[in-house]
Structures are given as structure tokens and as C-alpha cells.
């Protein structure tokens, strides 16, 4: 948990510190490849006898897994379109975020697929479900689905809120409720945090795929 404000404020900057010193120009996605490739690298060093049990309780209980996996997916569907429908009433400016993402896998979708679907959903969900909503659950189940929700979707739009404080760039925080509570939900009722990493590459392949 200590380490979600590392991830998401200062290993950004320590490594644009790098790109400066040595005088590096590195486009856009592989700025992305090396930003996930060190968090991954980590938070496995971190986490691994966790992931290594995780692991072990998807192979004993992999059909429960494969079930989280499909009706998450479903959730996920669900509220998606929901959200969708409630976004189009309340807000009409596209997320930046997604933005940059498009651009990114134009530019190359070999390395933003490897990102996304890799990388991403291995670091994310190993602070976002194992850490943090695992921790929280511990004590309150609800208190971990809220707080894990807001934290995710804080995580990909606060440098846009940061730059652009208003009521439209705190909405855009509602964007990433329906992948986070199907998330949440995958793990806690798989119980291991492999299902969720599953899914959230899956959700991720199958909007890559979309957006090239």
C-alpha cells in the first residue's frame, strides 16, 4: 500500500530524471514499456511469495477462477453500458486519458499490446485488488470496494485533475468504476489474484484490439 503513492507520483518523475540526465528521447509508448517493465519488476520483488501463493490457489481452485473470470467479464459488460449511458447525460468531453492511450497504440501496437495486456494488469492488480482491497477487506468488505474503486480510477486521471482541477475532470473518475468493482469482485470471489490479472488483460486485449 505504501508503495501506490511511489507508483503513481515519484517513479513517473525519478524516471524522466533518467531520460534527462542521459539525454534520452523516447516516444511515448516506450516511455509506457519501461515505466510498467520497472513497477513490474518491483512489485515482484515486493509481492512474490504472494503472487506464488496466489498462483497455487488458482491451480487448486481454477474452475472457480475460470468462473470469476466469465461472470466478471459479464459484470464488467453490464455496468460498462450503464455507465456509458450515465456518462452521455452528465459529460460530454472525452477522457484525456483515453486519449493518449489511442495515440500511443497508433503510434505502436506491438508495445502498447505487451503494456496493456502484461504488464498493466500484473502491477495494478497487485497493489490495487491484492494490496489494497485485500487489506481493507480484512476489516470492512464494502470500506474495500469503495476506497479500491476511487484509488483506481484517482490513479488514471490525477495528473488530468492535478492540471485541470474541475467538476468535468473529476468525473472522468467515473469512467473506471465498472472495471474496478468487476475487478474487486473477480478476486473476492476467486480468491486468488490471478483471476483478476486474467481479467483485467482480457477487458485490456479486447480494447486495444478496438482501438488500433
Avoid at 54 to 78: H, K, P, T
Avoid at 93 to 112: K, L, Q, W
Avoid at 132 to 161: C, E, P
Wanted: hydrophobic fraction near 60%.
Amino acid at each position: 500500500m505504501i508503495y501506490i503513492p511511489f507508483h503513481a507520483l515519484l517513479l513517473p518523475v525519478l524516471i524522466e530524471l533518467v531520460y534527462v540526465l542521459f539525454g534520452l528521447e523516447v516516444s511515448s509508448p516506450y516511455r509506457m514499456l519501461v515505466y510498467y517493465t520497472v513497477s513490474f519488476v518491483i512489485i515482484v520483488a515486493l509481492m512474490f511469495r504472494f503472487l506464488r501463493a496466489s498462483f497455487s490457489d488458482l491451480i487448486d481452485e481454477f474452475w472457480r477462477a475460470i468462473q470469476a473470470i466469465i461472470l466478471g467479464y459479464i459484470l464488467f459488460r453490464v455496468l460498462l453500458w450503464v455507465f456509458v449511458l450515465l456518462m452521455a447525460q452528465i459529460m460530454a468531453e472525452a477522457n484525456p486519458n483515453s486519449d493518449a492511450i489511442i495515440g500511443d497504440i497508433t503510434a505502436n501496437f506491438r508495445v502498447m499490446l505487451i503494456v496493456t495486456t502484461v504488464l498493466a494488469p500484473i502491477v495494478e492488480e497487485t497493489i490495487f485488488r491484492g494490496a489494497l482491497f485485500g487489506t481493507i477487506r480484512q476489516k470492512n468488505r464494502i470500506a474495500a470496494y469503495v476506497v479500491s474503486v476511487l484509488l483506481f480510477g484517482l490513479f488514471h486521471v490525477w495528473d488530468h485533475i492535478l492540471f485541470d482541477f474541475s467538476q468535468t475532470a473529476l468525473l472522468l473518475i467515473i469512467q473506471y468504476i465498472p472495471p474496478s468493482i468487476a475487478l474487486a469482485w473477480c478476486y473476492d470471489r476467486s480468491g486468488t489474484i490471478w483471476a483478476p490479472i486474467i481479467l483485467h488483460g482480457w477487458i485490456n486485449l479486447m480494447t486495444t484490439l478496438q482501438l488500433r
